[in-house]
Structure formats: C-alpha cells, structure tokens
T-cell receptor
Framework: DTGVSQDPRHKITKRGQNVTFRCDPI?????LYWYRQTLGQGPEFLTY????????KSRLLSDRFSAERPKGSFSTLEIQRTEQGDSAMYLC?????????????FGPGTRLTVT | DQQVKQNSPSLSVQEGRISILNCDYT??????FLWYKKYPAEGPTFLIS?????DKNEDGRFTVFLNKSAKHLSLHIVPSQPGDSAVYFC???????????FGKGTKLTVNP
C-alpha cells in the first residue's frame, strides 16, 4: 500500500506567478487535508475534503488560494499571484472514514520558494 | 494564540536513556492527542495517540501520558536510539472537528 504522494517536491517561482500542487491520497481514503508549515512552526490547517466536497477552510486560505478534489480522488492546491510570504512547505494528508480515525497520514510535502 | 505548546525547542539525550518530550494545551475541548515524528525533507509520520478518556497509551518503546487536569501530555521513549533523532510534534483535535492543531515541535537528538 503506497502512502500519500505529492508533486512536485520542490517548486521555485517568481513573485506574481501562479503555482499548482497535486496530492494523491492513500487509496480509499475519502478524507483529505492540506496544511502549510513554515520554518520553526508546526503544520497549520488550510482545508479539508470529504470525498469531493470541501467542508472546511481556514482563514489562512486567502482568496488567492483554491483547492479542488474532483471525483474525490486526487486534490490540487493552486496559489495565484504568489507572494514571498507564501514560501512554505505544503503538506497533504489523508485518512479513512472509520470511527475515531483521527490519525492523519501525511505525504512528503511540496516545498515552495517564492523569489 | 498557541493552543498547543511545546516549550522545549530541543532535547539531547544519550543512547539507551529515556527521552521525555512535553506538551501543554489550553483548549479544554480537545479530546484526542497525537504525536508525530518528522525527519528533514519528509512529511510528519504518525507515532502514537491517546484519547482523553485514557491517561496512558503504550506502543513498544513509546508511551504517551495524559494529565487532563493539568492539560499536559508527555511522550516517553525508552530506550532512546540514534534513529529517534528527529523533530517531534504534539497535535490535538476536538471531537467533531477535522483540524489537527500542532505545537511548534521539539528537536530530539540521541547521541551514540
């Protein structure tokens, strides 16, 4: 059973450009999460999907950020008009729908550098 | 407002000794707690968890203790091994929520 995969692993972009990241969750995990981690901090919640429905969004997710999960499988996170403050590690996690399945399983992350 | 706090940024122990990592929380609505381990350039890896209805959970070398009245939990690693060197994150979640709230992490170094 493969784990959560994320692509790309690293992305360097210039300020003002748009970027898109992809996350493939563990097979049959119907819950998917995006987090952001900056240096010296723990991961911070961005958004959550159950199947294809986006059910929760953090106030950290400004209108420049959009996430999708078409067909309830993989998910994409797009950042428009990137700013230097967007430089961070973007982490994806998934979990199955079992009672009390609070453990979330993380992918390796996409490190974004905005120059 | 940091709801989950790990006040020790780093900890160094000798191989074979016990490592104790501490975590405090402020939100009494949290009812499930988790520890994750993170190596550089990798995502966090789930280690062990505990429900608020318990005060101890053990898995091999790892034991988590929960003191609800003090809003404090700790992770014990016995015996510590060099491969345990990593950043350890404490996380908490409220029943009915899907959002894990993480501390800032503690960097553990186990010296051979």
């Amino acid at each position: 059973d493969t784990g959560v995969s994320q692509d790309p692993r690293h992305k360097i972009t210039k300020r003002g450009q748009n970027v898109t990241f992809r996350c493939d969750p563990i097979s049959e995990h119907n819950r998917l999460y995006w987090y952001r981690q900056t240096l010296g901090q723990g991961p911070e919640f961005l958004t959550y999907f159950q199947n294809e429905a986006q059910l929760e969004k953090s106030r950290l997710l400004s209108d420049r950020f959009s996430a999708e999960r078409p067909k309830g499988s993989f998910s994409t996170l797009e950042i428009q008009r990137t700013e230097q403050g967007d430089s961070a590690m973007y982490l994806c996690a998934s979990t199955p729908s079992r009672p009390l399945a609070y453990e979330q399983y993380f992918g390796p992350g996409t490190r974004l550098t905005v120059t | 407002d940091q709801q989950v706090k790990q006040n020790s940024p780093s900890l160094s122990v000798q191989e074979g000794r016990i490592s104790i990592l501490n975590c405090d929380y402020t939100n009494s609505m949290f009812d499930y707690f988790l520890w994750y381990k993170k190596y550089p350039a990798e995502g966090p890896t789930f280690l062990i968890s505990i429900s608020s209805i318990k005060d101890k959970n053990e898995d091999g070398r790892f034991t988590v203790f929960l003191n609800k009245s003090a809003k404090h939990l700790s992770l014990h690693i016995v015996p510590s091994q060099p491969g345990d060197s990593a950043v350890y994150f404490c996380a908490a979640i409220r029943g009915g929520s899907e959002k894990l709230v993480f501390g800032k992490g503690t960097k553990l170094t186990v010296n051979p």
